[in-house]
């Protein structure tokens, strides 16, 4: 019986942990490619400033995961990007904690690219 408890609570976290935020629009990296060249968006790499360096798409700023991302533009969409999407979707959830209302996360960043 308590096997099944760790279990049901194991399972509903990380139902939880990974469930979509609501206002956080995913896009695939093919629907990155035909919106890049929009100078009504704000391009984010959340990666770190080594990561970008050695492979980088020249529209994204480097603004690596942890740093203080409320001096974006608010009436911009904001589209971020990391290496496989898992740091990319954190930052979008502290730019809608932020007040940001458009968010867009790359799936599978720039693993694939």
Do not use: H
């Amino acid at each position: 019986m308590e096997t099944i408890l760790i279990i049901a609570v194991v399972a509903v976290f990380l139902i939880w942990r990974f469930k979509p935020t609501k206002g956080i629009q995913n896009i695939s990296t093919g629907q990155l490619k035909q919106m890049i060249n929009d100078k009504d968006k704000v391009f984010v790499d959340v990666r770190t400033k080594g990561e970008f360096k050695s492979r980088n798409i020249p529209q994204f700023k480097n603004i690596p995961l942890g740093s203080d991302l409320s001096k974006l533009p608010k009436d911009k969409e904001i589209i971020v990007i990391c290496q496989s999407g898992m740091r990319s979707s954190q930052a979008c959830k502290q730019l809608k904690k932020l007040g940001f209302t458009k968010v867009t996360n790359v799936r599978g960043g720039m693993s694939a690219y």
